[in-house]
């Protein structure tokens, strides 16, 4: 498989986490972590379910990842997230010194990767990392686009 | 009390949990969530004990917050940290809405409110927070100091 032939394949198993937050009422995000060509972590976003405001699908996917490799260093990792990270998601990646990051749509109120902020940019002291935008952002913004006409048609007709 | 002898109090309570990070060989942070008045989550550092990257003082006090609440948005609380939170904690700060925060002694070098950059000073487009820094800054540094002391030793000796 050539490098982009993995980074859609990787991304669209991001893609089916971000289908199962679709299908629990929670914003359609997903994430997935590859170490030697494998997924061995995941995570879809459940702040609702969970009522906790730091369970996204990042850091639900990076716990699950440090489980896997039973370690808090994640060198040598890639984390396929469908949308751009947020601030507190970006700080995890990087405190967790995942080596690579490759996201689908950016967020364009929250994204901490150019879009809010940059703090990929800023010059961190103890980590730096290689990133991939907009892998497959249509397919991801799509998701996010359904589950927020879905929300307002909710909301206007239970006001 | 007044407010500011409520501080001390409250951050008194945080560094308890700053030497219970201590007394486990991690970096001594510590956090407590305050509401109405009351201790209501507490958290210290266990990176290491974990190997967990994410598992800082403040996202597991955050964490137990919103059980405790039940719900994901901790408004009108109160959250006191030894240290200036890094990135990925002020994040998390401004996802949960907090609406004060109380740190300790700065963090020169990952510092997310001035030191290494200011997250709180960008236009968050959700939510903005009280914050008082520097509260018992002479107690959280020298913790923070004679852990990076008694760690530089040990490495001396096993080098």
Redesign the interface.
């Known amino acids: 498989m050539s490098s982009s032939d993995r980074d859609l394949y990787f991304m669209k198993e991001a893609l089916k986490e971000a289908k199962k937050a679709l299908e629990k009422d929670e914003v359609p995000v997903g994430a997935v972590l590859v170490y030697q060509d494998k997924v061995i972590a995941r995570g879809h976003n459940e702040?609702?379910i969970?009522?906790?405001?730091?369970?996204?699908a990042e850091?639900i996917c990076?716990?699950a990842g440090?489980?896997a490799l039973?370690?808090?260093?994640?060198s040598e990792t890639t984390l396929y997230c469908t949308l751009e990270p947020?601030?507190?998601?970006?700080?995890?990646i990087?405190?967790?010194?995942i080596s690579r990051l490759v996201w689908g749509a950016p967020d364009l109120?929250?994204g901490?990767n150019g879009s809010?902020?940059d703090?990929f940019a800023?010059n961190?002291?103890?980590h730096s990392l290689e990133i991939t935008p907009r892998v497959l952002e249509a397919e991801s913004a799509l998701l996010l686009k359904t589950f927020f006409e879905v929300t307002r048609k909710k909301k206007k007709s239970n006001p």
């Open positions: 702040v609702e969970l009522q906790d405001a730091t369970a996204h850091m990076i716990t440090t489980t039973e370690n808090w260093r994640l947020c601030p507190m998601c970006a700080g995890a990087l405190a967790s010194r109120r929250l901490a809010f902020f703090l800023l961190h002291p103890m």
